[in-house]
């Protein structure tokens, strides 16, 4: 089990599915129940057992079919409703039958919500929580409770929210959570409360919303000023725009301020972890996320390459491998001769410095018209190799392409391409017909090539893009057409530009084909 020194709590599958458009079923939350665990968080608050029935099914199902290494699992559930005894609500009664070792109570903090949401006294509210506390205290439940709107309450009233904090204290809490559930606080004034809360006998955790774009900022303001007990979710998922990115608040308090939060290896699969969720929910990650989005290694301007060249440290703040990232170099129209000789050696090629150069003004000049190599690896590749070795090394040669596009009697609208290629001395002219203009050609070379290269069976077109450009005088406008292609080991992406969008899927597709065979081992 974790140390508990200091709590690490993940509220991903309660707060976090509070995201719109997030919808977990019962095995998603087991599936993003597991990925935590494997990070080694202390704690997962599973969800609000008998606020729906999909909760209440994790919680019964999470006995049997959760063997948690590291974490203990939370119930999340209210206070008692107030004029009622604790054993008497049956919501309280869920939170004792989930079979959670923990139970997480939040409880109101702020007189004006006591007032105005719950509608009862201030001393109700206090007794609402002592009776909830100790009942499920009585029955051998950890208690924690979130401190909602504490902050907010806290500028209303500090002595009243206090009070709330002594009472659960006593009642047998043993962490209470303050709660920026706004998430309207900025760290300084969110650092002076802590600090007045820290020593109310429990151990103060901290649970940030981030609608000031602050919630990580702000978890670690927390835990300077005294807090041992932080919260946050997976991604940063959570209502409105997202909780503290627990992800960002364990590296930087692990990597930045030397606490031993997770083990080492899991620090190092974490953004593998990170990935792996967002396939469970579905949730486009982000790329440029602290430390495990994709482009949070990835370098673009030419004077960083230069520097990274001689010590990769000149222009990052860890090493990716801490955390499981991989350092990147973009080539772009920002790049310099550094930038593309990192790039060929992180594809395998050492470049000579008259090639790098070369390249360099070839890239600058392509991307002028339109190009674009950031979002297409394999053209970028294909380039630097007929930059070193000349465009003959290709597989194939085009001699010319047709393609015919008719509206039929019925009105259906097919389209037939006829290529002409020479391949391993042979000259091919195949024919393709498809749904549109692109496709037949694809089905065309394919035709042609297939009996040459069977592995083109295993090649597939996955995405088209088409962006139009404005031309260089603003006049004459350019088509820009990115296709991303797969075969069984992973994908790739290759760019096309002309004025015409048949040429310009042509360029692309003809450079997908080919670097389809250099993956499937034909050096050409
Ligand atoms: C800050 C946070 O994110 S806290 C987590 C919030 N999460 C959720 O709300 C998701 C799950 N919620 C639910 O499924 C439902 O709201 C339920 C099952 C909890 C309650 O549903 P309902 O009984 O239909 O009540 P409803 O949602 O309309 O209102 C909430 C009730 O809880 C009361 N309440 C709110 N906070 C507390 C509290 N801390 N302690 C006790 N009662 C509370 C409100 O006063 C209100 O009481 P009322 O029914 O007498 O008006
Ligand atoms: C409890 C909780 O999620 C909040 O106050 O934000």
Redesign the pocket.
């Known amino acids: 089990m974790a140390d508990d020194r200091f709590h690490v709590y993940d509220t991903t599958l309660?707060?976090g599915a509070?995201q719109e458009g997030l919808n977990l079923t019962v095995v998603d939350k087991l599936a993003v129940a597991r990925h935590l665990d494997a990070l080694g968080v202390g704690f997962i608050e599973g969800g609000?057992p008998?606020?729906?029935p999909k909760?209440t099914e994790f919680f019964r199902r999470a006995q049997t079919e959760l063997d948690l290494k590291h974490a203990q699992l939370a119930a999340?559930?209210?206070?008692?409703?107030?004029g009622m005894k604790a054993a008497d609500d049956p919501?309280v009664a869920a939170l004792r039958e989930s079979g959670a070792p923990v139970v997480t109570?939040?409880?109101?903090s702020h007189d004006r919500?006591v007032e105005l949401?719950?509608?009862?006294t201030l001393q109700e509210?206090l007794a609402?929580i002592r009776d909830?506390v100790s009942h499920l205290r009585a029955e051998g439940q950890r208690v924690f409770l979130?401190a909602?709107?504490f902050f907010d309450g806290y500028k209303s009233n500090p002595d009243y929210a206090l009070e709330v904090l002594r009472t659960a204290a006593e009642a047998g809490a043993s962490v209470i959570a303050l709660?920026d559930?706004n998430g309207g606080m900025l760290p300084d004034e969110l650092a002076e409360v802590v600090h007045a809360a820290v020593g109310t006998s429990a151990r103060i955790g901290i649970h940030c919303h981030d609608d000031t774009g602050c919630a990580v900022a702000n978890s670690l303001a927390a835990v300077k000023a005294g807090a041992t007990h932080v919260q946050g979710c997976a991604n940063g998922y959570g209502?409105r725009s997202g909780n503290a990115n627990l992800f960002t608040v364990v590296a930087n308090l692990q990597l930045k301020r030397g606490f031993d939060l997770v083990p080492k290896e899991a620090l190092a699969d974490m953004t593998r972890i990170a990935h792996a969720i967002t396939e469970v929910t579905n949730v486009t990650p982000n790329s440029h996320a602290p430390y495990v989005g994709v482009s949070a290694f990835a370098h673009k301007a030419g004077l960083h390459a230069s520097a990274i060249k001689v010590d990769p440290n000149l222009y990052q703040h860890i090493d990716p491998a801490e955390v499981g990232n991989d350092m990147r170099m973009l080539v772009s129209d920002m790049a310099g001769r550094a930038s593309v000789e990192l790039k060929g050696r992180e594809l395998g090629y050492e470049l000579a410095p008259d090639t790098s150069r070369e390249l360099v003004n070839r890239v600058k000049e392509m991307e002028a018209k339109g190009y674009t190599f950031e979002a297409a690896d394999a053209s970028f590749e294909l380039l630097l190799r007929d930059t070193v070795a000349g465009e003959s090394r290709r597989h194939f040669q085009v001699e010319s392409w047709r393609v015919i596009v008719e509206r039929a009697r019925g009105g259906e609208v097919v389209s037939e391409a006829t290529v002409k290629l020479h391949a391993k001395g042979e000259r091919i002219v195949a024919t393709g017909e498809g749904n549109g203009p692109v496709n037949a050609l694809d089905r065309a070379v394919r035709l042609g090539l297939e009996r040459l290269y069977p592995e083109l069976a295993g090649v597939e077109l996955i995405d088209f893009k088409v962006r139009i450009l404005e031309g260089a005088h603003g006049t004459d406008a350019v088509t820009r057409v990115l296709i991303t292609s797969s075969d069984a080991a992973g994908e790739w992406s290759t760019v096309g530009v002309d004025e015409n969008i048949i040429e310009a899927s042509w360029q692309a597709l003809e450079q997908a084909v080919t670097y389809g065979l250099l993956r499937a081992g034909h050096t050409a």
């Open positions: 309660r707060d509070q609000w008998g606020a729906n909760d999340f559930g209210a206070t008692r409703r107030a919501l109570l939040v409880a109101k919500h949401a719950l509608r009862t509210n609402m909830t979130d909602e709107h709660c559930t209502e």
